[in-house]
C-alpha cells in the first residue's frame, strides 16, 4: 500500500505543473477531438468501397444467396452513411459545447436551480447532481432524434425493427428511471469519497467502482434487466437438454437456464451467460432459437462457454480495473488546477477552488488519446480471447472425451454464418477499420480459424491412430 501510494505521490509531483501553468487545454482537447474525428473517417473512407463489392469472399459464396449479399450490402452502406453523418454532427455540437463554454454555463445553472430551493453552492453534492442531470438531459435530446431514425427508419426497412413506438417512449423514460436511481447515488458516494479520503482517494475510490461492479453483476438480472425484457425459463426439449448436458460436462455452475424475448426490439440474436462464480444464469434470446437448429445454438454456447472456462469476463474486469486505476492515477493533480477550469471559460470565483465533478469531467477529455490507443489494445485482446472461445469450441470433444461433440467446430461455423446472414452482417471489412473498431473477428477470419482447428484435430487423432497401430 505504502509503495503504491509513494509511486502515486510521485505521478502527481512530475504532472504539478497541470496546478500552475496556463496552458490552453479547450485548444488542446478540440484539436485532439478533431484528429480523432479525421482518423475515423479516414477509416470509414478505407470500409465504404467495400460496401459496393458485388460478391462475398469466396469462403461464404456457398452460405450466401444472391438476394441476401445483396441485401446485406445495402443494409451496411445505409448504417455506414448513417454513422458517418451523426459521427459528423456530433463533432460539430460537443465542439460547440466546448467552444461556447457551456459546462461553466451549466454549471452556474445548476448553482441558480439549488439555490431557489434554499441551497447555497457549498452544497456541492447537490450541485453535481442537479449538473449532470443537465448534462444528461441534453445529451438525451441530440441522441434521441438518431436513435429514432436508426430504430424506425433503417432498423425497419431492413426488416429488423420490433420496437413499437410505445416500447421506444417507455425505454427512454425507463432508461432515465434507472440512471437517476443508480447515478445520483453513485455519484454522490464517488464525490464523498473525494471530500473523505482527501488527496489519497485513488485506491479508494479503485475500490468503491469495483464493489458497485460487483453489486451490478447481481441486482442487474434482478431489477434493471426485468424492466427492459422478460426472461422466461427455457422450456423442456431438445435445446434445453442439450445445454444442461454441455454445462454439466464442463462443470459449469448453472443455475437457470432463461430464454429473452429479444425479438421484442429487434430480431438481431445473441446469447450470453452472467452471474456470481457459484452460480451462472445462460441466457439465449428467442431470436437465435427460432433461426438455428438446436445443435448449432449448442455450439454457440460451447463458444460462450468456452470465455467462461479462460475466465475471459474475469480478466477483462481485471484489465479495465487496472485501466481504471492508471487513469485515476493521474487524476491528482487535476483536481486543484485552477489553470484548467479558466481555460473552460469557468469564472475565476469557481476556478480558484474547483468542484471536483467538473475537475473530473474536464480531466476524462483531456485523457481522450489515452483512452482511444487503450481502445485498440483492449479490442486486439478481446479478439484473441473470441480465437480462443472459438478453439475451445472445436476441441470440446478432446476436452471432455465426448465424442458427439466432435463436429462442433462445424456446427459453430454454421451457426456463426447463420447468424451473420440473418443479421445481413457486413462481411467485407477494411483491416485497419476492424482493427479501431470491432471487438470480434470477421467472419471471414473465424470460419478460416475453424477449419484450422479442425484440421489440426484430425491429423492429431490420425496419428494417435497410426501409434496405436
Ligand atoms: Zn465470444
Redesign the pocket.
Same mark, same amino acid.
Given at each position: 500500500m505504502d509503495f503504491i501510494q509513494s509511486q502515486l505521490n510521485f505521478i502527481q509531483q512530475k504532472l504539478s505543473w497541470v496546478q500552475t501553468e496556463p496552458l490552453n487545454w479547450k485548444l488542446y482537447v478540440l484539436s485532439v477531438s478533431w484528429t480523432v474525428c479525421l482518423i475515423e473517417s479516414y477509416l470509414s473512407w478505407r470500409q465504404y468501397p467495400n460496401y459496393s463489392k458485388k460478391e462475398p469472399p469466396e469462403a461464404l459464396k456457398e452460405h450466401f444467396e444472391v438476394e441476401k449479399f445483396r441485401k446485406s450490402q445495402l443494409y451496411g452502406k445505409e448504417k455506414a452513411k448513417f454513422g458517418i453523418f451523426k459521427g459528423l454532427v456530433s463533432q460539430f455540437l460537443d465542439s460547440a459545447i466546448l467552444y461556447y463554454g457551456v459546462y461553466a454555463y451549466l454549471w452556474q445553472t445548476a448553482g441558480d436551480i439549488i439555490t431557489k430551493y434554499g441551497y447555497g453552492t457549498e452544497y456541492e453534492i447537490l450541485q453535481s447532481n442537479v449538473y449532470m442531470a443537465l448534462l444528461v438531459g441534453i445529451s438525451s435530446l441530440t441522441s434521441i432524434p438518431f436513435s429514432v431514425y436508426s430504430t424506425f427508419v433503417i432498423e425497419e426497412r431492413h426488416g429488423f425493427n420490433k420496437t413499437t413506438p410505445k416500447t421506444f417512449v417507455l425505454d427512454i423514460l425507463k432508461g432515465w428511471l434507472v440512471a437517476f436511481a443508480l447515478g445520483a447515488p453513485v455519484l454522490s458516494t464517488f464525490l464523498w469519497i473525494f471530500k473523505w479520503a482527501g488527496d489519497s482517494f485513488v485506491p479508494w475510490l479503485t475500490a468503491f467502482l469495483f464493489t458497485f461492479q460487483m453489486l451490478m453483476v447481481v441486482l442487474y438480472p434482478l431489477v434493471i434487466q426485468p424492466l427492459f425484457n422478460k426472461l422466461s425459463p427455457l422450456q423442456e426439449g431438445e435445446l434445453r437438454t442439450r445445454i444442461e448436458a454441455l454445462a454439466s460436462h464442463m462443470n459449469f455452475p448453472l443455475k437457470h437456464l432463461y430464454e429473452i424475448d429479444g425479438s421484442k426490439r429487434s430480431s438481431h440474436s445473441n446469447a450470453y451467460f452472467y452471474g456470481l462464480p457459484w452460480s451462472k444464469h445462460i441466457v439465449i434470446f428467442d431470436t437465435l432459437m427460432k433461426g438455428s437448429k438446436p445443435e448449432e445454438v449448442e455450439a454457440v454456447l460451447a %463458444? =460462450?462457454l468456452g %470465455?467462461w472456462y479462460y475466465m475471459h469476463p474475469t480478466k477483462m474486469m481485471l484489465i479495465s480495473q487496472f485501466n481504471v486505476f492508471s487513469i485515476l492515477a493521474l487524476f491528482p493533480a487535476f483536481l486543484h488546477a485552477p489553470p484548467v477550469l479558466r481555460s473552460f471559460d469557468f469564472p475565476p470565483s469557481v476556478a480558484a477552488n474547483p468542484p471536483t465533478i467538473i475537475a473530473f469531467s474536464l480531466f476524462n477529455m483531456i485523457v481522450t488519446p489515452i483512452e482511444a490507443v487503450i481502445g485498440i489494445f483492449m479490442n486486439m485482446l478481446s479478439r484473441k480471447? =473470441?480465437w480462443e472461445?472459438d478453439q475451445f469450441a472445436c476441441e470440446l470433444d478432446e476436452k471432455l472425451g465426448v465424442a458427439e461433440m466432435s463436429d462442433m467446430g462445424d456446427r459453430l461455423g454454421r451457426a456463426l454464418t447463420d447468424l451473420h446472414v440473418k443479421n445481413l452482417s457486413t462481411v467485407w471489412v477494411d483491416w485497419m477499420y476492424s482493427a479501431y473498431h470491432n471487438s %470480434?473477428p470477421t467472419l471471414t477470419e473465424r470460419l478460416k480459424a475453424i477449419e484450422i482447428y479442425q484440421s489440426a484435430k484430425t491429423s492429431r487423432k490420425g496419428g494417435k491412430a497410426k501409434k496405436e497401430l
Open positions: %463458444h =460462450e %470465455h480471447f =473470441e472461445a %470480434h
